[in-house]
Structures are given as structure tokens and as C-alpha cells.
């Protein structure tokens, strides 16, 4: 999968997709990144990629053209997200559809947000939660992680068929050494060996775990 990352600060991304999972999808050719800063699609000699809004208000708007020409350099027809607060929220069914894409734009707004008319050159808008950042870069990583997670051959092939939001339940507990920890201790279940009642143990769990936490998925 190939991502590109339209983004005023490609500085920050350095540090994360060179770590862990992300370091090693790379080192087995499974994703690959390019980054396009608007500011080398600017016409003046400040390379000034916002200005202030129409009708007034605070903070500065990131100007269309620059975006959109940073859009028209990447060679095809990738995938284009905007992340915006206003999109839709991203989850994990949202995730095993977009892992099908070969190529995926990720636009990174920043200041008091980007020209509107930049959503009529985008396939998708798409938000992280119900919060506002400073900047997209953020949610730009989260979604690659997100998605590079599922690909093939990046971790094992087992690991998201029963994790969180894999299906409409929450994952259950887990637990590892040591057996107890100031008086807190890993249940029985887990310790006898059989695997038919670890097997429901952990259903129960899942479901019970789900009403605590994150009761609107069992509507």
C-alpha cells in the first residue's frame, strides 16, 4: 500500500513510521510513503499556504490552490482523504475497507482548518474522534497504523480476527506473568488448561467488558 501524506509538517512523521510495526511493514515492501508539502506549490516568494477567512473570524484558512495542486502532482487515481473534524468518524469497518485501496492520499489540515472547496477534489472526509487537533498529522499516523495493521504479513495473521471492534464486542482481558501481582490475581480459567472454558470464559468477558465500556455496540 502506498500512502501519500500532503502535509505542511512531514518533520513529524519520521519518528513513528520508523518505529515498530511500521519500521518492519516497510522493511517488507507492504507500505511505502511519499510526502508533498504545499509550500512548494505556492507562486509567491513567502510560499504563503494560508491566508485569512472570508467574513472574518479568528486564526488563518490553508488556501485551496496549493492543496489541490499538491493533489494534482501525485501520478494516478489514489485514493484522496481529507481529515477533517466535520468528517465521518473513523472505525475499524471503515479500516478493512479502505486496506483494499492501493493508494491513499491523506490530507493534513492545520491552523483554523482548509478551504471548504478543497472537499470537491477529495474522495472522503474522514475524522478521529469527536476532538479537534492542531493538525491532521496525528490522525494522518493513526490511520496508517490503523490500516497497515491489517495488511498481510505485518503482524501475525490471527491477531485482528478477535481484537476490539473485529466484531460487534469489545476484546477481552488479557493477562500475562507474573500470576499474581500485589494481591491481584490472573483468573483460574486461564491457569486449568482447558481450552473450551478459556474459549467461553473469554466470550463472557468480551460481552461483559462491551456493556462497561462501550455499551452502544450491542444496540
Known amino acids: 500500500m502506498k500512502f501519500y501524506i500532503v502535509t505542511l509538517f512531514p518533520e513529524i512523521f519520521p519518528p513513528v513510521l520508523n518505529s515498530s510495526i511500521l519500521k518492519r511493514a516497510q522493511a517488507r515492501k507492504l507500505i511505502s510513503f511519499s510526502f508533498i508539502n504545499p509550500r ?3 507562486s509567491d516568494n513567502y510560499h504563503t499556504v494560508d491566508d485569512k477567512p472570508y467574513g472574518g473570524g479568528p486564526g488563518m484558512v490553508m488556501k485551496v490552490e496549493p492543496i489541490v ?46 478551504d471548504a472547496r478543497v472537499e470537491d477534489f477529495v474522495d472522503e472526509i474522514i475524522s478521529i474522534g469527536d476532538f479537534v487537533l492542531t ?13 497497515t495493521r491489517l495488511l498481510p504479513g505485518a503482524i501475525n495473521i490471527k491477531s485482528p480476527q478477535k481484537e476490539s471492534f473485529s466484531k460487534k464486542t469489545l476484546e477481552h482481558e488479557q493477562y500475562t506473568r507474573p500470576e499474581v501481582f500485589r494481591h491481584l490475581k490472573v483468573p483460574k ?8 472454558e478459556i474459549e467461553n470464559w473469554r466470550e463472557k468477558q468480551s460481552v461483559k467488558r462491551t456493556k462497561k465500556f462501550h455499551a452502544d455496540l450491542l444496540k
Open 189 to 196: 480459567v486461564l491457569l486449568a488448561g482447558n481450552h473450551k
Open 69 to 114: 495542486k499538491s493533489l494534482e502532482s501525485i501520478p494516478g487515481k489514489p485514493y484522496k482523504i481529507l481529515l477533517s473534524a466535520s468528517g465521518q468518524t473513523f472505525t475499524q469497518q471503515k479500516a478493512k475497507r479502505l486496506k483494499a485501496k492501493s493508494e491513499i492520499v491523506l490530507i493534513c489540515g492545520h491552523y483554523e482548518g482548509v
Open 135 to 147: 493538525g491532521g498529522e496525528i490522525a494522518a499516523l493513526a490511520i496508517v497504523d490503523s490500516l
Open 40 to 42: 512548494d506549490f505556492t
